[in-house]
């Protein structure tokens, strides 16, 4: 376990034991969400999509949310933090883990 998947588990850890008070309301709704989502097979592990972005590049996620907004597919936004300190925004589609689209500047110095 990386330890950027060390940290989500360890947030996702907290909001089962403690529920919201020990992350903001909306992360702990986010983490429950997810982790239903997943445990139904609606939803790719977010394991997964942190494992695609550590293959690829280097740097590290900073921020992870899911939304799932009315009428549009339930995506997985994650902020990385590249090595010269630069923040990309991914989103993937939670339940297939495709690569949606890409926000921000100077990623490439971050491909591995």
Known sequence: MTPQH?????????????????????????????????????????????????????????????ETDDGEPPTYEVEWLTPRGRVVEFEFDARTGELLEREGRGLEDAVK
Do not use: K
């Not at 986010?30 to 550590?54: K, N, T």
């Open 6 to 66: 060390f940290a989500f588990a360890a947030a996702l850890l907290a909001a089962l034991c403690l529920g919201p008070a020990a992350l903001g309301e909306r992360d702990a709704d986010d983490a429950a969400r997810a982790r239903a989502g997943v445990q139904e097979g609606r939803y790719v592990p977010l394991s997964s999509i942190l494992d695609w972005l550590e293959a690829r590049y280097h740097g590290h996620a900073i921020e992870v949310e899911l």
